[in-house]
């Protein structure tokens, strides 16, 4: 069992930078690859970023790509999301979630979800 909790979401302007925090409880957490998720209001939720158990490999949704910077501290337990250069479009609820999977970029494949943080980019 994992226990996801975010934090660091916002008010920030257009241009702006934001980071994210999910801490996780428990001793497994270097056990789980680790994604970012957010949902904008009447949106689909949508897969934004992940990485790897020992955080060697990333992966990143084009919208993102070159602003956004995911990270891991395992002896933290700790999930990061550096966005930079945000645009009004990134505004939205994110989620960190868990998987027992490789960099999945599909939902149902996540086992565990923080309760969501709100990132508010006005323009």
């Known amino acids: 069992q994992v226990q996801l909790v975010e934090s660091g979401g916002g008010l920030v302007q257009a241009g702006g930078s934001l980071r994210l925090s999910c801490a996780a409880s428990?001793?497994?957490?270097?056990?789980?690859?680790m994604g970012w998720f957010r949902q904008a209001p009447g949106k689909e939720r949508e897969f934004v970023t992940g990485?790897?158990?020992?955080?060697?490999?990333?992966n990143y949704a084009d919208s993102v790509k070159d602003r956004f910077t995911i990270s891991r501290d395992n002896a933290k337990n700790t999930v990061y999301l550096q966005m930079n250069s945000l645009k009004p479009e990134d505004t939205a609820v994110y989620y960190c979630?868990?998987?027992?999977?490789?960099?999945?970029?599909?939902?149902?494949?996540?086992?565990?979800w923080g309760q969501g943080t709100q990132v508010t980019v006005s323009s």
């Open positions: 428990g001793r497994t957490f270097s056990s789980y690859s």
């Open positions: 990485i790897t158990r020992s955080g060697g490999r990333t």
């Open positions: 979630a868990a998987s027992s999977r490789v960099l999945s970029v599909i939902m149902r494949e996540y086992d565990y």
